[in-house]
Every structure is written in C-alpha cells, then in structure tokens.
C-alpha cells in the first residue's frame, strides 16, 4: 500500500501557487508587452505577445524565487503581548509580490525596447520602407 509522505502532501500546494504565479505573470507580461508594442510601433505583433507573456511568467516566478533565496539584513519587530515584550527577526525580504510585479513588467518591456532599438538599428530613420508587393 502507497503511503503518502510530507514531501507529497507539501508538493501539491507549491505546484498550484506555482501554476497560478506563472499565469499572472504571463498575463502581467503579456499585457506590458503589447502596450509597450502600441506605444513605440503602433502595431501589435501577436507573435510577440506569448513571448511578452513568457517573459513577464519568468520574470515573476524569478522574482519570488530570487526574493525567498537571497538574505538581507535582519529586520526585528518588538511588540508586546499579554504584558510580555515579543521579538521577530527575518532575514528575508518580506514583500516579495511588488519584487515579483517589477520583475514581471520589465523583463517583456525591456525586450520590446530592444526589438524597437533593433528596428530602428537595422533600417534608419531617413531610409525609404521597402517596397510593398501586390499580389497578382
């Protein structure tokens, strides 16, 4: 018989949280990737959506991720309950969703900058578009 141990039970939920932090991020992502394609072309690339989406999902899991691993300084709380002085200390950051949230809009909007800078790059300002064709 199957017994089903802590790591089972504890997987599920942070399996789920994951799944719904990576479709956050990919619809944070994927929004700031077509307003930013709107502003600098006025023209929405659909292909480059999901990529936005992509990005925006990476950078948001990274940011939870990077948020939970890496130490910062010592914060200690002092409160006092039931006529007694409480003390807490982290050494994490404790607010890692705008950590998240920052991550997850500039890594879709930095891409679209570059492809903007790109564009721009390989066909100058002053240069004539490319002839268009006409289908016979």
């Known amino acids: 018989m199957y017994h089903r ?7 599920i939920p942070i399996v789920l949280f994951a799944v719904i932090y990576w479709c956050i991020g990919l619809l944070v992502g ?3 990737g077509s307003v930013t394609s709107l ?3 006025k ?12 990005a925006g999902a990476v950078g948001f899991l990274a940011g939870i991720v990077a948020v939970a691993l890496l130490p910062t300084q010592p914060h200690t709380v002092m409160y006092i309950s039931n ?3 409480e003390t807490t200390t982290t050494f994490r950051y404790q607010h890692p969703y705008p950590v998240a949230f ?6 879709p909007l930095l891409r679209e900058l570059f492809l903007f800078w790109r564009a721009r790059r ?15």
């Open 102 to 107: 920052a991550a997850a809009v500039l890594l």
């Open 5 to 11: 141990g802590v790591a089972d039970q504890t997987s």
């Open 43 to 54: 023209n929405l690339r659909w292909g480059a959506v999901f990529k936005d989406g992509l």
């Open 122 to 136: 390989v066909r100058p300002a002053g240069a004539s578009q490319p002839p268009k064709t006409t289908a016979a």
């Open 30 to 32: 994927a929004a700031t």
């Open 39 to 41: 502003v600098l072309t």
């Open 83 to 85: 006529g007694n002085v």
